[in-house]
């Protein structure tokens, strides 16, 4: 017992304590809040302004594209230069960029030029700050504490996008620019928060001894995902995971939707989901001191697949938002707790590009999702597809059983006691 003693006071010490990493958590919670309502601002200014939902929906599309083209190389720049400084003009950008769209909109009708402009520099921005304030958070929180410190960060998106539609309505109904001028001064307050938390500019990494080519300081993220077995089966398992949960959510949105008070009905879904994936967010440290690895990354489908599998039988459309919510509860305990280990066992110097390598591979075929779930339903009911889901997700649940060992440096503390 005395043994273990300082290592768990050292564990129980609780994050809020951190200055640090309590300033740069409040300015993203204020600017995924705000980033949230423009989300939902953006394209209905767009539709008041006399465009059509096609050409509105273009705004959805073209943020989807410049995430997956801007990771790598996102990455690379988090990697190579300082991220304070990297941080500090991604939210400067961000804020000009909303700034003017507010601006605009108090004049005329916002042109679709400049909304896709602004989604191209906003997204492009908050691309390269994701990797970079996930350097910042590996040297300023303890490694017994990123558990705490990935579900903490999860559960910030899941209240901001609980609370950010809610919200963009009410500002809405006052005036258009309004959301604008709200999301471009949360900018503005997220910039103030990385300027005060992170206060020295780490010196720049020492010449390597011979020149490096830029192919091979690009690609390291995946170099070190090819040799390392867990790191690049798990990324398959999430890219599978992934494509599931958004087929399965517009499944939802699509099936339900068409019914009468369908929207009624998808909207409660849906808020009841973000309010389970933030309790599931909240409940990840807890995960991982108590559940094997494995268990972790098996019950989010198990448990999806079982009561899909009761939606397909009784044709139930409560089981099938429960198995939806099922996916919602557990999927950012698996995100974070892989998220955690990464943060532990990559190299600092190349771990912006693995971990934006492994994310570009776990989200390539999101975008498959959607289109698999009109597919699926214009060829039969709700609850026929639910049978189809149900047997995709047990199938998923199988993989993370044959998954392979992570390194010893890189195991949760529920899997170091499994395998002792």
């Known amino acids: ?122 997204d492009t921005a908050l691309e390269v700050f994701r990797p970079s304030q996930n350097k910042v958070i590996r040297r300023i929180v303890p490694p017994e504490q990123l558990g705490a410190a990935m579900s903490l960060n999860q ?38 928060c990385v300027a005060a938390a992170v206060r020295s500019r780490r010196a720049p990494a020492e010449p390597p001894p011979q020149r490096v080519r830029f192919r091979t300081e690009f690609t390291a993220g995946w170099r070190y995902l090819i040799r390392d077995r867990f790191m690049r089966c798990s990324a398959a ?47 990840t440290p807890l995960f991982q001191r108590h559940v094997p690895l494995k268990v972790t990354l098996a019950a989010a489908p198990a448990l999806g697949a079982a009561l899909l599998a009761v939606a397909w039988t009784c044709g139930s459309t409560v089981a099938f938002v429960a198995g939806f919510c099922a996916l919602c509860l557990l999927t950012p305990v698996s995100s974070a707790t892989f998220a955690t280990i990464m943060a532990v066992a990559v190299p600092e110097e190349i771990y912006g590009r693995v971990a934006t390598t492994s994310s570009l591979l776990a989200q390539l075929l999101q975008p498959l999702g959607p289109l698999a779930a ?23 649940a199988g993989v993370p059983l044959v998954l392979p060992e992570p390194s010893a440096r890189s195991t949760t503390p529920a899997q170091d006691r499994s395998s002792s």
């Open 155 to 192: 559960a910030r998106a899941y209240g901001a996008d609980i609370a950010a539609p809610a919200a963009a309505g009410l500002l809405l109904s006052l005036s258009p620019s309004v959301p604008f001028t709200v999301d471009a001064l949360t900018f503005g307050a997220s910039a103030l």
């Open 237 to 283: 398992y999430f890219a599978g995971l992934n494509v599931a949960f958004s087929a399965l959510a517009f499944a939802l949105i699509l099936g339900v939707g068409r019914r009468p008070h369908g929207a009624v009905l998808v909207g409660t879904a849906m808020s009841a989901a973000a309010v389970v994936g933030l309790t599931g967010s909240l409940l």
């Open 374 to 396: 009109g597919l699926l339903l214009a060829q039969m009911s709700l609850s026929s597809a639910a049978a189809l889901f149900a047997v995709a997700l047990a199938l998923l």
């Open 1 to 122: 017992m005395t043994a273990t003693a300082p290592l768990n006071t050292v564990q129980t010490q609780r994050l809020g304590r951190n200055r640090e990493f309590r300033l740069l958590w409040i300015g993203q919670a204020l600017s995924d809040f705000g980033s949230s309502m423009t989300f939902v601002v953006l394209p209905l200014v767009l539709l008041a302004a006399g465009y059509s939902a096609t050409v509105a929906a273009t705004i959805g599309t073209t943020s989807l594209v410049i995430a997956l083209v801007t990771r790598m190389p996102a990455g690379y720049l988090s990697d190579r230069y300082d991220q304070r400084t990297l941080m500090l003009v991604c939210d400067l950008l961000r804020m000009c960029a909303v700034g003017a769209v507010a601006l605009y909109v108090l004049l005329r009708p916002v042109p679709i030029a400049l909304a896709l402009a602004t989604v191209i520099v906003s």
